[in-house]
């Protein structure tokens, strides 16, 4: 079975703190995704990258930046983290092959920016 | 980019009852995948079914890429059902999934 796993469930920050979510695949896949999800908004393309050290803009990238360093994992960053960052967050991974291929999320990261 | 709209919104049923769920898109698909949201916010894999018809127990969806429609069907419901479903589109051009806005489902005992 695909497993993606992110390394926190739910997280408390404050204002200005640096923070990152991790995210681990472990079925080789050369894309993986970040997503946060609000009530009203559903759920909307931060980041994604489709290969080591490759990175592309999803649709809401301001305010984060990412880092995949390796092919399993892709990290997010917030570099200052303010009040209205406060969301879930949701990595998920494919393999290549173009636009095919099922996508698959790991557990999500509830993150409350005081 | 290719819009997704899903329908109902919101949906209650007593646990028991069969349902449709929709999910209507505005062009080609090269991908359509339905998720199961459940109350702890994963996200599950339920069918990845960009044309055809497939069936997972009381679950079954069917595309039909030309009519640009997909529909999931619950038979016997049962509360575990609850949750919000996601429909999620790839169009030709693109690679990254677009999403619907969800049906909310809520099985009643």
């Known amino acids: 079975d695909v497993k993606v796993t992110q390394s926190s469930r739910y997280l408390v920050k404050r204002t200005g703190e640096k923070v990152f979510l991790e995210c681990v695949q472990d079925m080789d896949h050369e894309n993986m995704f970040w997503y946060r999800q609000d009530p009203g908004l559903g759920l909307r393309l931060i980041y994604f990258s489709y290969d080591v050290k490759m990175k592309e803009k999803g649709d809401i990238p301001e305010g984060y930046s990412v880092s995949r360093e390796k092919k399993e994992r892709f990290s997010l960053i917030l570099e200052s983290a303010s009040t209205n960052q406060t969301s879930m967050y949701l990595c998920?991974?494919?393999?290549?092959?173009?636009?095919?291929?099922?996508?698959?999320f790991g557990e999500g990261s509830r993150l409350t920016v005081l | 980019g290719i819009q997704v709209e899903q329908s109902p919104p919101d949906l209650i049923l007593q646990e028991g009852a069969n349902s449709t769920l929709r999910c209507n898109f505005s062009d080609s698909v090269n991908n359509l995948q339905w998720f199961h949201q459940n109350p702890w916010g994963q996200l599950i894999n339920l069918f990845y079914i960009p044309s055809g018809t497939k069936q997972n127990g009381r679950l079954s969806a069917t595309t039909v890429a030309t009519e640009r429609y997909s529909s999931l069907y619950i038979s016997s419901s049962q509360t575990t059902d609850s949750g919000v479903y996601f429909c999620a589109v790839e169009g030709n051009a693109g690679n990254m999934l677009t999403f619907g806005g969800g049906t909310r489902l809520m099985v009643k005992p």
């Open positions: 998920a991974s494919r393999g290549a092959g173009g636009n095919t291929g099922e996508l698959f």
